[in-house]
């Protein structure tokens, strides 16, 4: 229950700031996470706190892809957990082939059990897989705990959606040849620059757009589907994001 009143000029940024506090208090975020979320803020804050025209796009193409997938997978960790758990779970309703896995940095089975557990008391009903389980696939060259895959979950992923991710992590992703979605604030991270489609939004503001745009899709012609994601440019979308965070000074 939030404390924050409704009437406060910064509700919503106030709101995502105390979800996340709530969530390190849970033992699902790391302090890592309020430091990495503050860098977050401050771009949001030169993008007017708003959905951008180029994020509307992305979050369009990330659709398609979604919908058009044979294994897509949302990688979900302590931040995103605690700051967008409402907006994961809608998007997990909204299609019912996208699979949940919890992969986390600093990991221990105590808090990847607390982060599943999370989103099932915010109404998950579906399995939600943990990355580090014992017949996990690595993912090559990380060396740290986010290199383990779920053998039904990432190991099988085609498209992978990650919010708030680590730039290594990201460019094993690519690398391994998975069609990869980040959610970064940062159009200037190595997550933005190395992903096939970078929504430069905050995560659970994108996620709403996200997860109506999906139901959209579920009905749409395989054909649109597929030009949209032929005409897509991720770098040109980058270039408009740097330009609007330009154009705020
Ligand atoms: P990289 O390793 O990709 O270069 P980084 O070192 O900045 O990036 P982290 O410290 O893991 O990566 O930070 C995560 C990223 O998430 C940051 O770029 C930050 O701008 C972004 N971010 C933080 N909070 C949010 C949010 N609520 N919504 C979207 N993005 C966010």
């Known amino acids: 229950m939030t404390k924050v ?3 406060h000029p910064r509700y919503k940024s106030l709101l995502l700031r105390e979800r996340l506090t709530d969530g390190l208090r849970a033992g699902i975020a790391g302090e890592a996470g309020l430091l990495a979320h503050g860098r977050g803020e401050a771009f949001d804050y030169l993008l007017g706190e708003r959905t951008h025209d180029f994020a509307m796009e ?4 990330a659709s398609a892809l979604l919908v058009t997938a044979n294994h897509p997978v ?3 960790n302590g931040s995103t957990a605690s700051v967008a758990g409402p907006e994961i779970v809608e998007l997990l309703r909204a299609l019912d082939r996208l699979v949940a896995e919890v992969n986390i ?3 221990s089975p105590e808090r990847s059990r607390r982060i599943k557990q999370h989103l099932k008391d915010l109404g998950a009903t579906r399995l939600i897989l943990e990355s580090n389980s014992s017949d996990s696939v690595q993912l090559p060259d990380i060396e740290h705990a986010r290199k383990h895959m779920h053998p039904n979950g990432l190991a ?3 498209v992978a959606l990650v919010g708030l991710e680590d730039g290594d992590r990201c460019e094993r992703l690519v690398a391994s ?3 990869v979605i980040a959610i970064d604030l940062n159009p200037l991270s190595r997550t933005a620059k190395t992903s096939h489609v970078t929504i430069v939004d905050e995560v659970s503001r994108a996620l709403i757009e996200l997860t109506a745009c999906v139901r959209q899709d579920l009905a749409a012609a395989p054909a649109a589907l597929a030009e949209r994601i032929d005409r897509y440019d991720n770098a040109d979308i980058l270039n408009r994001a740097v330009a609007a965070i330009r154009n705020a000074f």
């Not at 992305?58 to 193409?61: G, K, L």
């Open 5 to 7: 009143p409704t009437s």
């Open 58 to 61: 992305s979050i369009r193409m």
């Open 74 to 76: 949302i990688s979900v």
């Open 105 to 107: 940095f600093y990991y």
């Open 156 to 158: 099988q992923a085609d």
């Open 177 to 179: 040849g998975r069609r």
